[in-house]
């Protein structure tokens, strides 16, 4: 009787042959759920548009805040008036906020507030994953303010690595037990973009109160666009998470995979400004 055995060699071919159709499958596997999870980013970014024209329509045209006026500049506020703004929408998503709440704990699944695919969606503290257009949400604004609500963008998400992009690094443990320890008012809670000049000169062309967006290129904004996803300049070949692109949400409820550049063409065309 003659028994029969792989050789070596053979072996080897069969496993080279796996590593190879490994390595033509993992890409597309990564690529499938990557995309499933831009589905779910895209649903909830529409969720989030949808409940503030929802609040606006019950608050006599209003939107719930983000920030507020010091001295006439928009500033980032306390976490816990900041949680108010997530607090507003709730009653028009039925979810409960991002961040942390007064126990110390964070919500398991995050939940609408959060994409997917965001990798600091698990950090402590962490309020969302996206950022709100500040020209709506940050400063004193009503819905019949925007020209054209349809053609205007809403929220963005935002880049990652906050805590390097914010230069804020929670504390450890989280102060929980302290709402006034200067964490909670850092700029680590900051909920939107800022397109406007740190001015309070209302006669300026972007000042805030104008409603106009600022280049982002202009160095007196230290680039209001820096905190979009894939834009920090900190980081070399730095590029959105979803590839070419980033997901932008607009006040008819509808979310758009575009470059930032067509949201931005120019002083004369972009999407930010709300006149």
Not at 133 to 148: E, F, Q, S, Y
Not at 249 to 258: A, K, M, P, W
Request: glycine letters at 10%; a negative charge.
């Amino acid at each position: 009787m003659t028994l029969r055995a792989f050789t070596l060699i053979e072996l080897l071919v069969v496993v080279a042959v796996i590593a190879i159709l490994i390595s033509l499958l993992l890409p597309g596997l990564a690529g499938a759920r990557l995309a499933s999870r831009g589905v779910v980013c895209a649903s909830n970014m529409r969720q989030i548009a949808a409940a503030i024209t929802l609040y606006a329509d019950a608050h006599k045209g209003a939107f719930p805040r983000t920030m507020e006026l010091v001295d006439g500049i928009p500033e980032t506020i306390n976490w816990w008036a900041i949680r108010s703004y997530q607090r507003a929408l709730e009653e028009y998503i039925g979810v409960r906020p991002g961040g942390v709440d007064a126990t110390g704990s964070t919500p398991q699944g995050r939940g609408v507030w959060f994409d997917p695919a965001d990798p600091d969606r698990l950090e402590p503290a962490m309020w969302g994953s996206f950022s709100d257009n500040g020209l709506i949400t940050g400063v004193p604004r009503k819905l019949a303010d925007l020209r054209m609500p349809s053609s205007t963008v809403f929220q963005t998400l935002r880049e990652r690595g906050w805590a390097e992009v914010v230069g804020v690094v929670p504390p450890d443990p989280l102060p929980v037990g302290n709402p006034d320890h200067p964490f909670w008012s850092s700029e680590y809670f900051d909920l939107c973009l800022d397109p406007w000049a740190e001015t309070t000169d209302r006669s300026h062309p972007y000042h805030w109160s104008r409603g106009r967006a600022m280049p982002p290129a202009d160095t007196s904004n230290e680039g209001w666009d820096q905190q979009i996803d894939g834009r920090w300049p900190g980081r070399p070949g730095n590029r959105p998470r979803y590839g070419p692109g980033q997901y932008y949400s607009y006040l008819d409820g509808s979310v758009r995979f575009e470059r930032f550049e067509q949201t931005y063409v120019d002083a004369r065309s972009d999407r930010w400004s709300i006149r």
